[in-house]
């Protein structure tokens, strides 16, 4: 069974950045197809931010952080990363990182959660 530990949230000021990661324990993540960011807010819900295949890095990123945040994986340990610069009081979040073991559809493993707070 795969567990996903997030780190690297914490309080920044507006324009700051900061570098999630994801990372596996209890397993690895061979049959990982796809891995993702994302983040929620109690008011709006859990919102995509990023996604990609775990084995070709092939990434995509949500129109409202595009430009700003960047989705990486390292390979050899088993961790994905979210680099956040020039970051806004609208990116405070929870942010949870989820794996599939399929292209589509529901993501089998999540993680706990980290929380980013940006102060204007």
């Known amino acids: 069974q795969v567990q996903l530990v997030e780190s690297g949230g914490g309080l920044v000021q507006a324009g700051g950045s900061l570098r999630l990661s994801c990372a596996a324990s209890?397993?690895?993540?061979?049959?990982?197809?796809?891995m993702a960011w994302y983040r929620q807010v109690p008011e709006k819900g859990r919102e995509f931010v990023a996604a990609?295949?775990?084995?070709?890095?092939?990434?995509i990123t949500d129109d409202s952080v595009k430009g700003r945040f960047t989705i990486s994986r390292d390979f050899a340990k088993n961790t994905m990363y979210l680099e956040m610069n020039n970051l806004k009081p609208e990116d405070t979040a929870v942010y949870s990182c989820?794996?599939?073991?399929?292209?589509?559809?529901?993501?089998?493993?999540w993680g706990q959660g980290t929380l980013v707070t940006v102060s204007s």
């Open positions: 989820a794996a599939r073991t399929r292209s589509y559809g529901e993501y089998d493993y």
């Open positions: 209890g397993g690895t993540l061979d049959d990982v197809y796809t």
């Open positions: 990609l295949t775990w084995k070709d890095g092939l990434a």
